[in-house]
């Protein structure tokens, strides 16, 4: 009876691998972030590393989102490095005809159509890896997308064209 209730909840385990996968990753962004390794940092590092992973596999295994990444979709963050600079150069040239009045600072709210859907696994790890992939270039903002009218929703300061990493993932120009 425990079984079929549990299936029924939506409830799942987190595997021990995914689990020392997730911890490692965030010790080593914590050593990242702090730029060293005292023995200070590292008792704090540790406590931030536990409880973290905790709490991501206590979201896990709660969760009833189902999501399947393909190695293609998480591979499109290659091109990332190359949108955060070019992003703080579009950036820092708003800045600068901002404080010199040579043009005022832009703020536009664009909608892109977004290949989406609900039930759909796949399109669901896209919809997440665009967000958080896109969201990195400064002059990118991803408020949102919206799965039943197949739309994302964004911000820039400097209009430009969606980026190719986002199109890969499901942005329609």
């Known amino acids: 009876m425990a079984r079929a209730s549990r299936a029924s909840s939506g409830n799942r385990r987190s595997s021990p691998g995914a689990t020392a996968v997730v911890a490692i990753c965030l010790a080593c962004g914590w050593v990242w972030l ?3 390794t005292h023995l200070h940092e590292m008792m704090v590092g540790a406590a931030v590393v536990v409880i ?3 709490f991501l ?3 896990h295994e ?3 989102n189902k999501i399947r990444l393909a ?5 499109q963050c290659w091109r990332i490095p ?3 600079a070019s992003g703080i150069w579009e950036i820092s040239v708003v800045l600068f005809k901002d404080l010199t009045y040579l043009g005022r600072a832009g703020s536009y709210y664009r909608v892109s159509g977004f290949k989406t859907s ?7 790890a896209r919809t997440v890896l665009a967000t958080v992939y896109t969201t990195t270039a400064p002059n990118f903002i991803v408020i949102g997308i919206d799965p039943e009218l197949s739309r994302m929703l964004f911000h820039q300061l400097e209009r430009s064209s969606v980026p190719k990493m986002t199109r890969a993932l499901g942005a329609q120009p």
Not at 71 to 75: G, I, K, R, S
Not at 118 to 124: M, N, T
């Open 34 to 36: 702090v730029a060293g």
């Open 71 to 75: 190695w293609t979709d998480v591979a």
């Open 52 to 54: 973290t992973t905790l």
């Open 57 to 59: 596999k206590a979201v």
């Open 118 to 124: 609900k039930r759909d696994p796949l399109a669901v």
């Open 82 to 84: 190359w949108y955060m």
């Open 62 to 64: 709660s969760s009833q």
